[in-house]
C-alpha cells in the first residue's frame, strides 16, 4: 500500500509562484514515476500529466502549457516530490493531484495506481 499526500496549494496572484510537495509513504519500489495532474473547475481531472519525474533517473516530463513555468523534482530520501510552479496564470487554477506509476516515465492518468487527495491552487487577484 502507497499513501501520497499533497500540500503547498493556495491562494497566488497572477505572476506569482508555488511549491507543491508529494510525500510518499508504504511499499516503496525500485522503479516508479511520479506525475502531477490537474483539475480545473467543472472539469474532470486531466489525463495528461502536466509533469512527471523518473524516480530512478530523473528524467522529466512537462505539459506544452506548463514548459519553462513549472519545475519538477524529488527528493529520494525524503520520497518526496516537488512541483515548482512560477508565473501562475488564472489557467493555472486547479486541484492538483499526484499520482505513483510503477512504470517508466508515463503521461497518461490510465497508467498510475496509486493517488493522492488533492491540494487546491487557486491564481486570482
Known amino acids: ?29 525500485d522503479y516508479y514515476t511520479i506525475g502531477w495532474f490537474r483539475q ?10 502536466v509533469a512527471c519525474i523518473d524516480s530512478n533517473d530523473g528524467s ?18 525524503k520520497n518526496t516530490v516537488y512541483l515548482e510552479m512560477s508565473s501562475l496564470r488564472p489557467e493555472d487554477t486547479a486541484v492538483y493531484y499526484c499520482g505513483i506509476s510503477l512504470l517508466g516515465i508515463v503521461a497518461s492518468a490510465s497508467m498510475y495506481d496509486y493517488w493522492g487527495q488533492g491540494t487546491q491552487v487557486t491564481v486570482s487577484s
Open 1 to 29: 500500500e502507497v499513501q501520497l499526500v499533497e500540500s503547498g496549494g493556495g491562494l497566488v496572484q497572477p505572476g506569482g509562484s508555488l511549491r507543491l510537495s508529494c510525500a510518499a509513504s508504504g511499499d516503496t519500489f
Open 40 to 49: 480545473g473547475p467543472g472539469k474532470e481531472r486531466g489525463e495528461v500529466s
Open 60 to 77: 522529466t516530463y512537462y505539459a506544452d502549457s506548463v514548459k519553462g513555468r513549472f519545475t519538477i523534482s524529488r527528493d529520494k530520501v
